[in-house]
């Protein structure tokens, strides 16, 4: 009953698509208002730091130490280094670095990554598999990623591959938010995978508790924030996002 219920549904969420509706009206109307939480203060990075460095670094940051940046630039091109700091598809500054839109980048040795938490600089490894150097601001300490934690990350992406491709009965996590809708790649599983059956969960903000609802749903793929994957934990199913499975 409930697997006929979300397969109506499913067939009634195209009808909106291919009819052109703007997904937006999928969502609750209201005003949304950004405010951007910044660290104040400069952030000067330690010199034994800037000595293990190679010559050509790449800089980045979450929006909240955007402002260390330019210092950050100039402590290092007054050491002699060469810094890039590029803008990422979808961040608004340059140097900002979003978990959604970590790309490849060429002609530099190393990213230093201005920051607290792990999810990034990991991404950064996994995107490019070069150094990557952490500076945290507000334990003014510093390190270099090690391999052992991005190889642990490898397996877990490999193993949950392995289990999307035995399984059968496939959650797919649908986001409304703005930024993190993306249905229309989320629907395209079905054509690339036609021998499963995909049933395709749409939420504002993840109940994980809900996803017990699913008893049948071998195993989850994520379409929304890439960084879900950080509460794997609190799946009892396995999780893999979406740009993972190929």
């Known amino acids: 009953m409930l697997r006929n219920c979300l397969v109506e549904q499913l067939n009634n969420l195209e009808t909106l698509i291919t009819s052109n509706i703007n ?3 999928l969502s609750v109307c209201m005003k949304k208002i950004f405010i951007e939480a910044r660290v104040k203060g400069q952030n000067k990075i330690p010199e034994e730091l800037i000595s293990k460095l190679p010559q050509r670094v790449a ?3 979450t929006v909240q ?5 330019d210092d950050v630039k100039k402590q290092l091109m007054d050491a ?17 670095i979003l978990g959604c839109s970590v790309d490849k980048v060429d002609g530099v040795d190393c990213f230093l990554y201005i920051g607290d938490g792990g999810f990034h600089p990991i991404a950064l490894k996994l995107k490019n598999e070069k150094q ?14 090690e391999d052992e934690m991005v ?20 959650g797919v996590l649908v986001s409304v938010k703005p930024g993190q809708q993306f249905l229309k790649s989320a629907l395209g599983l079905r054509n690339k995978y036609p021998d499963k059956n995909f049933y395709f969960l749409m939420f504002d903000t993840i109940d994980f508790g ?4 699913f008893p049948f749903v071998e195993m989850f793929v994520n379409t929304a924030c890439p960084r879900i994957i950080d ?16």
């Open 80 to 96: 002699g280094k060469k810094v890039v700091v590029v803008k990422g598809r979808h961040a608004k500054y340059c140097g900002q």
């Open 59 to 61: 800089l980045f940051s």
């Open 132 to 145: 990557v150097f952490v500076y945290n601001p507000f334990s003014k300490k510093y390190k270099e990623l």
């Open 231 to 246: 509460d794997a934990d609190k799946f009892r199913k396995p999780l893999i996002n979406i740009e993972d499975l190929s």
């Open 151 to 170: 190889d642990w990350v490898k397996k877990r992406i490999k193993g949950a591959r392995l289990k999307f491709l035995t399984s059968k009965e496939i």
């Open 23 to 25: 997904m937006k009206k």
């Open 65 to 69: 130490f955007l402002n260390s940046l």
């Open 210 to 213: 809900s996803l017990e609802d």
